[in-house]
Protein backbone atom coordinates (compact mmCIF):
# COMPACT_ATOMS: atom_id res chain seq x y z
CA UNK A 1 0.00 0.00 0.00
CA UNK A 2 1.37 3.45 -1.13
CA UNK A 3 2.66 6.00 1.72
CA UNK A 4 1.86 9.34 1.55
CA UNK A 5 4.15 12.45 1.63
CA UNK A 6 3.32 13.00 5.52
CA UNK A 7 3.71 9.27 6.14
CA UNK A 8 7.48 10.18 5.80
CA UNK A 9 7.13 12.78 8.87
CA UNK A 10 8.30 12.00 12.13
CA UNK A 11 5.03 11.13 14.18
CA UNK A 12 4.23 12.28 17.08
CA UNK A 13 3.23 9.58 19.12
CA UNK A 14 5.04 6.54 20.29
CA UNK A 15 3.56 3.36 17.89
CA UNK A 16 4.13 1.28 21.26
CA UNK A 17 1.22 3.94 22.97
CA UNK A 18 -1.03 3.14 19.73
CA UNK A 19 -0.87 -0.83 20.33
CA UNK A 20 -3.73 -1.07 22.86
CA UNK A 21 -5.57 1.47 21.11
CA UNK A 22 -5.19 -0.78 17.90
CA UNK A 23 -6.01 -4.01 20.12
CA UNK A 24 -9.54 -2.78 21.19
CA UNK A 25 -10.07 -1.16 18.19
CA UNK A 26 -9.55 -5.02 16.48
CA UNK A 27 -11.48 -6.66 19.33
CA UNK A 28 -14.26 -4.28 18.57
CA UNK A 29 -14.42 -4.96 15.28
CA UNK A 30 -15.16 -8.58 15.82
CA UNK A 31 -17.42 -8.06 18.32
CA UNK A 32 -20.03 -8.05 16.11
CA UNK A 33 -21.37 -9.93 12.56
CA UNK A 34 -24.56 -7.04 12.37
CA UNK A 35 -23.63 -4.62 9.82
CA UNK A 36 -25.50 -1.51 10.75
CA UNK A 37 -24.31 -1.92 14.77
CA UNK A 38 -20.77 -2.60 13.18
CA UNK A 39 -20.60 0.86 10.60
CA UNK A 40 -21.50 2.65 13.79
CA UNK A 41 -18.75 1.25 16.17
CA UNK A 42 -16.60 2.10 13.53
CA UNK A 43 -17.26 5.42 12.60
CA UNK A 44 -18.12 6.26 16.87
CA UNK A 45 -14.34 4.79 17.44
CA UNK A 46 -12.71 7.06 15.07
CA UNK A 47 -14.62 10.35 16.08
CA UNK A 48 -15.13 10.02 20.41
CA UNK A 49 -13.47 12.21 22.32
CA UNK A 50 -11.38 9.92 24.76
CA UNK A 51 -9.42 9.15 21.55
CA UNK A 52 -8.38 12.12 20.23
CA UNK A 53 -8.34 11.10 16.77
CA UNK A 54 -10.61 12.47 13.93
CA UNK A 55 -13.97 14.72 14.87
CA UNK A 56 -16.30 14.05 12.18
CA UNK A 57 -15.77 9.90 9.73
CA UNK A 58 -17.59 9.52 7.01
CA UNK A 59 -18.45 5.68 5.72
CA UNK A 60 -19.14 4.82 1.78
CA UNK A 61 -19.80 1.75 0.40
CA UNK A 62 -19.54 0.19 -3.18
CA UNK A 63 -22.92 -0.75 -4.58
CA UNK A 64 -22.56 -4.09 -6.99
CA UNK A 65 -25.39 -3.55 -9.24
CA UNK A 66 -25.19 0.27 -9.77
CA UNK A 67 -21.76 0.69 -9.54
CA UNK A 68 -21.74 3.69 -7.58
CA UNK A 69 -20.11 4.28 -4.01
CA UNK A 70 -23.22 4.88 -1.61
CA UNK A 71 -23.09 7.13 1.34
CA UNK A 72 -23.93 4.73 4.47
CA UNK A 73 -23.24 6.71 7.52
CA UNK A 74 -21.58 10.03 8.86
CA UNK A 75 -20.62 10.62 12.64
CA UNK A 76 -19.72 13.64 14.39
CA UNK A 77 -17.90 14.02 17.35
CA UNK A 78 -20.65 14.23 20.08
CA UNK A 79 -20.43 14.86 23.92
CA UNK A 80 -23.37 12.14 24.03
CA UNK A 81 -21.24 9.67 21.77
CA UNK A 82 -20.17 7.26 24.49
CA UNK A 83 -18.64 3.85 24.22
CA UNK A 84 -19.26 1.12 26.85
CA UNK A 85 -15.86 0.01 27.52
CA UNK A 86 -15.84 -4.30 28.17
CA UNK A 87 -12.62 -4.95 29.88
CA UNK A 88 -11.52 -7.76 31.07
CA UNK A 89 -8.95 -7.31 34.32
CA UNK A 90 -6.95 -10.28 33.62
CA UNK A 91 -6.23 -9.61 29.98
CA UNK A 92 -6.29 -5.90 29.31
CA UNK A 93 -5.37 -6.96 25.53
CA UNK A 94 -9.26 -8.67 25.01
CA UNK A 95 -10.99 -4.98 26.38
CA UNK A 96 -13.31 -3.90 23.21
CA UNK A 97 -16.20 -1.31 22.73
CA UNK A 98 -19.72 -1.81 22.61
CA UNK A 99 -22.56 0.55 21.70
CA UNK A 100 -26.45 1.43 23.01
CA UNK A 101 -28.70 0.95 20.48
CA UNK A 102 -30.08 4.77 21.57
CA UNK A 103 -26.74 5.68 20.21
CA UNK A 104 -27.29 4.14 17.07
CA UNK A 105 -30.66 5.25 16.84
CA UNK A 106 -29.53 8.71 17.70
CA UNK A 107 -26.19 9.14 14.82
CA UNK A 108 -28.68 7.57 12.03
CA UNK A 109 -30.96 10.13 12.68
CA UNK A 110 -28.72 13.30 12.68
CA UNK A 111 -28.56 15.80 9.58
CA UNK A 112 -24.85 14.73 8.55
CA UNK A 113 -25.82 10.99 8.59
CA UNK A 114 -28.67 12.11 6.42
CA UNK A 115 -26.74 13.98 4.02
CA UNK A 116 -24.25 11.64 3.30
CA UNK A 117 -26.74 8.49 2.63
CA UNK A 118 -28.19 10.81 -0.23
CA UNK A 119 -24.60 10.91 -1.14
CA UNK A 120 -23.89 8.89 -4.97
CA UNK A 121 -20.75 8.82 -6.32
CA UNK A 122 -19.74 7.82 -9.47
CA UNK A 123 -16.84 5.88 -9.97
CA UNK A 124 -16.69 6.75 -13.65
CA UNK A 125 -15.87 10.06 -12.78
CA UNK A 126 -12.21 11.31 -13.35
CA UNK A 127 -11.38 11.91 -10.22
CA UNK A 128 -8.13 11.87 -8.45
CA UNK A 129 -9.65 10.84 -4.93
CA UNK A 130 -11.56 8.60 -6.37
CA UNK A 131 -8.79 6.98 -8.47
CA UNK A 132 -6.19 6.73 -5.72
CA UNK A 133 -8.47 5.23 -3.28
CA UNK A 134 -10.86 3.05 -5.02
CA UNK A 135 -9.15 1.87 -8.01
CA UNK A 136 -5.16 1.58 -6.71
CA UNK A 137 -6.76 0.68 -2.61
CA UNK A 138 -4.30 3.83 -1.64
CA UNK A 139 -5.04 6.00 1.09
CA UNK A 140 -5.49 9.40 -0.10
CA UNK A 141 -4.69 13.13 2.13
CA UNK A 142 -5.96 16.09 0.84
CA UNK A 143 -3.26 18.19 2.38
CA UNK A 144 -1.08 16.31 0.12
CA UNK A 145 -2.14 17.76 -3.36
CA UNK A 146 -2.18 21.48 -2.31
CA UNK A 147 -3.64 21.59 -6.10
CA UNK A 148 -6.45 19.93 -4.84
CA UNK A 149 -9.50 22.04 -3.75
CA UNK A 150 -11.51 19.71 -0.73
CA UNK A 151 -14.58 21.26 -1.53
CA UNK A 152 -15.07 20.05 -5.11
CA UNK A 153 -12.81 17.08 -4.76
CA UNK A 154 -15.78 14.93 -3.77
CA UNK A 155 -19.07 15.98 -5.21
CA UNK A 156 -20.81 15.53 -1.62
CA UNK A 157 -18.34 17.88 0.06
CA UNK A 158 -20.12 21.01 -0.47
CA UNK A 159 -22.99 19.61 1.19
CA UNK A 160 -21.39 19.35 4.01
CA UNK A 161 -18.58 21.55 4.06
CA UNK A 162 -15.81 19.49 4.16
CA UNK A 163 -11.77 21.06 4.27
CA UNK A 164 -9.00 18.78 4.46
CA UNK A 165 -9.92 15.12 4.36
CA UNK A 166 -8.22 12.02 4.11
CA UNK A 167 -10.12 9.08 2.53
CA UNK A 168 -8.86 5.22 3.48
CA UNK A 169 -10.10 2.23 1.27
CA UNK A 170 -11.69 -0.79 2.60
CA UNK A 171 -10.10 -3.21 1.07
CA UNK A 172 -11.44 -7.09 1.27
CA UNK A 173 -10.44 -10.19 -0.45
CA UNK A 174 -12.03 -8.90 -3.50
CA UNK A 175 -10.74 -5.65 -4.09
CA UNK A 176 -12.37 -2.43 -2.78
CA UNK A 177 -15.47 -2.19 -1.09
CA UNK A 178 -15.68 1.73 0.22
CA UNK A 179 -13.89 4.12 2.10
CA UNK A 180 -13.71 6.22 5.20
CA UNK A 181 -13.27 9.60 5.08
CA UNK A 182 -12.12 11.49 7.97
CA UNK A 183 -11.68 15.68 8.31
CA UNK A 184 -11.32 17.83 11.57
CA UNK A 185 -13.12 20.74 10.35
CA UNK A 186 -14.16 22.48 13.65
CA UNK A 187 -10.41 22.77 14.79
CA UNK A 188 -9.01 22.73 11.71
CA UNK A 189 -6.52 20.46 13.34
CA UNK A 190 -3.61 18.48 10.68
CA UNK A 191 -3.84 15.14 10.76
CA UNK A 192 -0.12 14.06 11.40
CA UNK A 193 1.22 10.58 10.55
CA UNK A 194 0.75 9.06 13.79
CA UNK A 195 -3.00 8.96 13.36
CA UNK A 196 -2.61 8.39 9.30
CA UNK A 197 -1.00 5.21 10.42
CA UNK A 198 -3.55 4.43 12.61
CA UNK A 199 -6.37 5.22 10.40
CA UNK A 200 -4.54 2.84 7.65
CA UNK A 201 -4.43 -0.39 9.93
CA UNK A 202 -8.29 0.47 10.99
CA UNK A 203 -9.48 0.51 8.26
CA UNK A 204 -7.92 -2.37 6.63
CA UNK A 205 -9.63 -4.70 9.10
CA UNK A 206 -12.86 -3.00 9.06
CA UNK A 207 -12.92 -3.48 5.33
CA UNK A 208 -12.64 -7.43 6.17
CA UNK A 209 -14.74 -7.09 9.30
CA UNK A 210 -17.25 -5.47 6.88
CA UNK A 211 -17.30 -7.83 4.40
CA UNK A 212 -17.50 -10.64 6.54
CA UNK A 213 -20.74 -9.00 7.57
CA UNK A 214 -21.87 -8.44 4.26
CA UNK A 215 -21.11 -12.29 3.31
CA UNK A 216 -23.04 -13.05 7.09
CA UNK A 217 -26.11 -11.11 5.97
CA UNK A 218 -26.37 -12.80 2.45
CA UNK A 219 -26.07 -16.32 4.24
CA UNK A 220 -28.52 -15.91 6.51
CA UNK A 221 -31.02 -14.72 3.75
CA UNK A 222 -29.99 -17.95 1.62
CA UNK A 223 -30.50 -20.20 4.31
CA UNK A 224 -33.96 -18.12 5.09
CA UNK A 225 -34.60 -18.61 1.35
CA UNK A 226 -33.86 -22.04 2.03
CA UNK A 227 -35.99 -22.35 4.50
CA UNK A 228 -39.30 -21.31 2.96
CA UNK A 229 -38.91 -22.76 -0.15
CA UNK A 230 -38.78 -26.36 2.30
CA UNK A 231 -41.51 -25.39 4.06
CA UNK A 232 -43.55 -24.51 0.83
CA UNK A 233 -42.35 -27.46 -0.76
CA UNK A 234 -43.46 -30.07 2.35
CA UNK A 235 -47.03 -27.74 2.17
CA UNK A 236 -46.69 -28.45 -0.85
CA UNK A 237 -46.29 -32.21 -1.16
CA UNK A 238 -49.23 -31.83 2.12
CA UNK A 239 -51.71 -30.34 -0.41
CA UNK A 240 -50.83 -33.02 -3.11
CA UNK A 241 -51.53 -35.98 -0.58
CA UNK A 242 -54.34 -33.94 0.64
CA UNK A 243 -55.79 -33.53 -2.74
CA UNK A 244 -54.95 -36.95 -4.07
CA UNK A 245 -57.20 -38.14 -0.82
CA UNK A 246 -59.85 -36.23 -1.69
CA UNK A 247 -60.19 -37.19 -5.19
CA UNK A 248 -60.43 -40.76 -4.41
CA UNK A 249 -62.53 -39.93 -1.27
CA UNK A 250 -65.07 -37.71 -3.60
CA UNK A 251 -65.11 -40.59 -6.24
CA UNK A 252 -66.29 -43.49 -3.15
CA UNK A 253 -68.84 -40.95 -1.87
CA UNK A 254 -70.38 -40.28 -5.90
CA UNK A 255 -71.70 -43.87 -6.05
CA UNK A 256 -73.40 -43.95 -2.94
CA UNK A 257 -74.68 -40.71 -3.16
CA UNK A 258 -76.20 -41.19 -6.74
CA UNK A 259 -78.11 -43.97 -5.14
CA UNK A 260 -78.91 -42.04 -2.57
CA UNK A 261 -80.46 -39.45 -4.44
CA UNK A 262 -82.16 -42.05 -6.83
CA UNK A 263 -84.09 -43.76 -4.36
CA UNK A 264 -84.75 -40.56 -2.13
CA UNK A 265 -86.41 -39.09 -5.23
CA UNK A 266 -88.76 -41.84 -5.36
CA UNK A 267 -90.22 -42.11 -2.23
CA UNK A 268 -90.85 -38.42 -2.77
CA UNK A 269 -92.75 -38.97 -5.60
CA UNK A 270 -94.82 -42.09 -3.81
CA UNK A 271 -95.39 -40.23 -1.00
CA UNK A 272 -98.85 -38.23 -0.28
CA UNK A 273 -98.33 -34.32 -1.02
CA UNK A 274 -98.49 -32.73 2.69
CA UNK A 275 -97.33 -35.38 3.98
CA UNK A 276 -94.38 -34.81 6.90
CA UNK A 277 -92.35 -37.98 5.49
CA UNK A 278 -92.31 -35.89 1.59
CA UNK A 279 -91.29 -33.00 3.11
CA UNK A 280 -88.43 -35.21 5.19
CA UNK A 281 -87.68 -37.01 1.44
CA UNK A 282 -87.66 -33.50 -0.46
CA UNK A 283 -85.27 -32.35 1.92
CA UNK A 284 -83.01 -35.22 1.38
CA UNK A 285 -83.60 -35.20 -2.63
CA UNK A 286 -82.06 -31.62 -1.96
CA UNK A 287 -79.15 -31.92 0.26
CA UNK A 288 -78.00 -34.97 -2.03
CA UNK A 289 -78.13 -32.79 -5.36
CA UNK A 290 -75.87 -29.96 -3.45
CA UNK A 291 -72.98 -32.97 -2.15
CA UNK A 292 -73.26 -34.07 -5.79
CA UNK A 293 -72.35 -30.45 -7.21
CA UNK A 294 -69.87 -30.09 -4.29
CA UNK A 295 -67.73 -33.55 -5.39
CA UNK A 296 -68.10 -32.28 -9.05
CA UNK A 297 -66.66 -28.82 -8.65
CA UNK A 298 -64.13 -30.48 -6.45
CA UNK A 299 -63.39 -33.83 -8.73
CA UNK A 300 -63.56 -30.90 -11.58
CA UNK A 301 -60.89 -28.82 -9.79
CA UNK A 302 -58.21 -31.85 -8.35
CA UNK A 303 -59.08 -33.10 -12.13
CA UNK A 304 -55.39 -32.51 -14.12
CA UNK A 305 -56.87 -30.33 -17.17
CA UNK A 306 -56.92 -31.35 -20.45
CA UNK A 307 -57.81 -28.60 -23.75
CA UNK A 308 -59.00 -30.04 -26.98
CA UNK A 309 -58.07 -27.10 -28.99
CA UNK A 310 -59.08 -25.85 -31.93
CA UNK A 311 -60.56 -22.85 -33.42
CA UNK A 312 -63.50 -20.74 -31.50
CA UNK A 313 -65.48 -18.33 -32.99
CA UNK A 314 -66.03 -16.58 -29.15
CA UNK A 315 -68.99 -14.50 -30.40
CA UNK A 316 -70.63 -17.96 -31.16
CA UNK A 317 -69.62 -19.99 -27.88
CA UNK A 318 -70.72 -16.43 -25.81
CA UNK A 319 -74.07 -16.52 -27.85
CA UNK A 320 -74.81 -20.30 -27.14
CA UNK A 321 -74.16 -19.74 -23.87
CA UNK A 322 -76.81 -16.92 -23.54
CA UNK A 323 -79.71 -18.48 -25.19
CA UNK A 324 -79.06 -21.89 -22.80
CA UNK A 325 -78.87 -18.97 -19.78
CA UNK A 326 -81.76 -16.62 -21.23
CA UNK A 327 -84.83 -18.41 -19.45
CA UNK A 328 -83.53 -18.79 -16.39
CA UNK A 329 -82.28 -15.48 -16.36
CA UNK A 330 -85.66 -14.06 -17.27
CA UNK A 331 -87.46 -15.89 -14.97
CA UNK A 332 -85.41 -13.71 -12.25
CA UNK A 333 -86.17 -10.13 -14.15
CA UNK A 334 -82.42 -10.24 -15.11
CA UNK A 335 -81.98 -8.99 -18.75
CA UNK A 336 -78.93 -10.29 -20.64
CA UNK A 337 -77.86 -8.31 -23.61
CA UNK A 338 -75.51 -10.08 -26.46
CA UNK A 339 -72.50 -8.02 -27.49
CA UNK A 340 -72.29 -6.16 -30.63
CA UNK A 341 -70.03 -8.14 -32.92
CA UNK A 342 -69.13 -7.00 -36.95
CA UNK A 343 -66.56 -9.65 -37.40
CA UNK A 344 -65.22 -12.72 -36.69
CA UNK A 345 -63.02 -13.23 -34.05
CA UNK A 346 -61.11 -16.74 -33.13
CA UNK A 347 -59.14 -18.20 -30.23
CA UNK A 348 -57.04 -21.32 -30.04
CA UNK A 349 -58.61 -23.20 -27.16
CA UNK A 350 -61.25 -25.80 -25.72
CA UNK A 351 -65.16 -24.42 -26.75
CA UNK A 352 -66.64 -26.77 -23.94
CA UNK A 353 -64.48 -25.19 -21.23
CA UNK A 354 -64.90 -21.60 -22.59
CA UNK A 355 -68.73 -22.08 -22.17
CA UNK A 356 -67.93 -23.69 -18.73
CA UNK A 357 -66.43 -19.80 -17.39
CA UNK A 358 -69.41 -17.80 -19.50
CA UNK A 359 -72.29 -19.55 -17.61
CA UNK A 360 -70.17 -19.85 -14.43
CA UNK A 361 -70.44 -15.97 -14.47
CA UNK A 362 -73.47 -15.84 -15.59
CA UNK A 363 -74.83 -17.64 -12.71
CA UNK A 364 -72.29 -15.68 -10.69
CA UNK A 365 -74.47 -12.65 -11.85
CA UNK A 366 -77.41 -14.00 -11.57
CA UNK A 367 -77.02 -14.62 -7.53
CA UNK A 368 -75.70 -11.26 -6.72
CA UNK A 369 -78.91 -9.58 -8.06
CA UNK A 370 -81.98 -11.26 -6.52
CA UNK A 371 -84.44 -8.83 -7.51
CA UNK A 372 -82.96 -8.45 -10.87
CA UNK A 373 -81.03 -6.77 -13.11
CA UNK A 374 -79.19 -6.69 -16.41
CA UNK A 375 -75.64 -8.06 -17.39
CA UNK A 376 -73.75 -6.45 -20.10
CA UNK A 377 -71.35 -8.24 -22.47
CA UNK A 378 -68.87 -6.04 -24.72
CA UNK A 379 -65.95 -7.53 -27.02
CA UNK A 380 -62.87 -5.32 -27.39
CA UNK A 381 -60.18 -5.87 -29.83
CA UNK A 382 -56.57 -4.14 -28.67
CA UNK A 383 -52.76 -5.51 -29.25
CA UNK A 384 -54.17 -8.65 -30.52
CA UNK A 385 -55.86 -9.57 -27.46
CA UNK A 386 -59.90 -10.19 -27.23
CA UNK A 387 -61.14 -8.52 -23.81
CA UNK A 388 -64.64 -10.00 -22.89
CA UNK A 389 -65.71 -7.89 -20.42
CA UNK A 390 -69.15 -9.10 -18.47
CA UNK A 391 -70.89 -6.94 -16.07
CA UNK A 392 -73.61 -7.03 -13.68
CA UNK A 393 -75.69 -4.30 -11.72
CA UNK A 394 -75.83 -6.61 -8.50
CA UNK A 395 -74.06 -4.19 -6.08
CA UNK A 396 -70.47 -5.34 -6.80
CA UNK A 397 -67.70 -6.81 -4.74
CA UNK A 398 -66.82 -5.38 -1.25
CA UNK A 399 -63.40 -4.20 -1.13
CA UNK A 400 -62.03 -6.62 1.45
CA UNK A 401 -63.31 -9.57 -0.81
CA UNK A 402 -61.76 -8.80 -3.42
CA UNK A 403 -58.69 -10.14 -2.96
CA UNK A 404 -60.20 -13.68 -2.33
CA UNK A 405 -62.16 -14.02 -4.60
CA UNK A 406 -60.12 -16.28 -6.72
CA UNK A 407 -58.88 -18.53 -3.44
CA UNK A 408 -60.29 -21.93 -3.57
CA UNK A 409 -62.66 -22.60 -1.49
CA UNK A 410 -63.65 -19.35 -0.61
CA UNK A 411 -66.79 -18.52 -0.61
CA UNK A 412 -69.67 -16.18 0.76
CA UNK A 413 -72.63 -18.60 -0.45
CA UNK A 414 -74.28 -20.64 2.24
CA UNK A 415 -74.48 -23.83 -0.49
CA UNK A 416 -71.10 -22.78 -1.89
CA UNK A 417 -67.74 -24.81 -2.70
CA UNK A 418 -65.76 -21.71 -3.76
CA UNK A 419 -64.51 -23.86 -6.30
CA UNK A 420 -66.47 -22.21 -9.48
CA UNK A 421 -64.02 -19.14 -10.05
CA UNK A 422 -60.80 -21.07 -9.13
CA UNK A 423 -62.25 -23.22 -11.87
CA UNK A 424 -62.85 -20.26 -14.35
CA UNK A 425 -59.09 -18.68 -13.52
CA UNK A 426 -57.63 -22.21 -14.59
CA UNK A 427 -59.01 -22.80 -17.72
CA UNK A 428 -58.72 -18.95 -18.75
CA UNK A 429 -54.80 -19.08 -17.94
CA UNK A 430 -54.63 -22.89 -19.50
CA UNK A 431 -55.63 -20.76 -22.20
CA UNK A 432 -52.87 -18.15 -22.12
CA UNK A 433 -55.44 -15.76 -21.07
CA UNK A 434 -55.66 -13.56 -18.02
CA UNK A 435 -59.23 -12.79 -16.18
CA UNK A 436 -59.49 -9.56 -13.27
CA UNK A 437 -62.40 -8.51 -11.25
CA UNK A 438 -63.28 -4.77 -10.31
CA UNK A 439 -66.45 -2.65 -10.06
CA UNK A 440 -67.89 -0.87 -11.96
CA UNK A 441 -71.09 1.74 -11.59
CA UNK A 442 -72.67 -0.29 -8.84
CA UNK A 443 -71.86 -3.40 -10.18
CA UNK A 444 -68.64 -6.01 -10.68
CA UNK A 445 -67.57 -6.37 -13.81
CA UNK A 446 -65.27 -9.52 -15.25
CA UNK A 447 -63.04 -8.78 -17.93
CA UNK A 448 -61.20 -11.74 -19.60
CA UNK A 449 -58.48 -11.39 -21.91
CA UNK A 450 -57.58 -14.09 -24.61
CA UNK A 451 -54.84 -14.01 -27.46
CA UNK A 452 -56.04 -14.01 -30.97
CA UNK A 453 -55.62 -16.18 -33.58
CA UNK A 454 -55.70 -16.09 -37.48
CA UNK A 455 -58.11 -18.58 -38.38
CA UNK A 456 -57.25 -20.86 -41.50
CA UNK A 457 -60.66 -21.96 -42.97
CA UNK A 458 -59.12 -25.04 -44.69
CA UNK A 459 -58.08 -26.53 -41.10
CA UNK A 460 -59.95 -26.73 -37.79
CA UNK A 461 -56.58 -28.70 -36.33
CA UNK A 462 -54.43 -27.15 -33.60
Not at 46 to 67: D, P
Not at 370 to 390: A, M
Not at 411 to 416: D, I, P, V
Not at 423 to 436: A, C, D, P, S, Y
Request: with cysteine.
Amino acid sequence: MGMSNSDNQTGSCNPLHELPLLYQFSNTLLSTIRLNKLTHLILTMLTIEENHLFERAFLFLLNEKTGLLQGALGVSRNVDDTLITIADPENPLVNRWDISEETIIRQSGAELSRKTRICKIDLKINCPVLKKVMKQGRLFNSGDHPAINPATSLNFSKDINIGEFVAAPLVSRNGTIGMIVVDNPFSAENIGNDKLRLLRLVAAQSGMAIEHSILYKKLAEAHSDLQDAKERLIHGERLAAIGEMATSLAHELKNPLVAIGGFAGRLFRALPPGSVEKGYAETIVNETCRLEKMLADILAFARKPSICYSYCQVSEVLRECIEISRNALEEQAIQISEPECDRTWYVLGDAHQLKQVFLNLFLNAAESMPNGGTIKIRLEIRNDKLFIRIKDTGGGIPDELMPKIFHPFFTTKEQGTGLGLPIVRRIILNHKGTIEADNEDGGAIFTITLPLVKHDHQTNDY
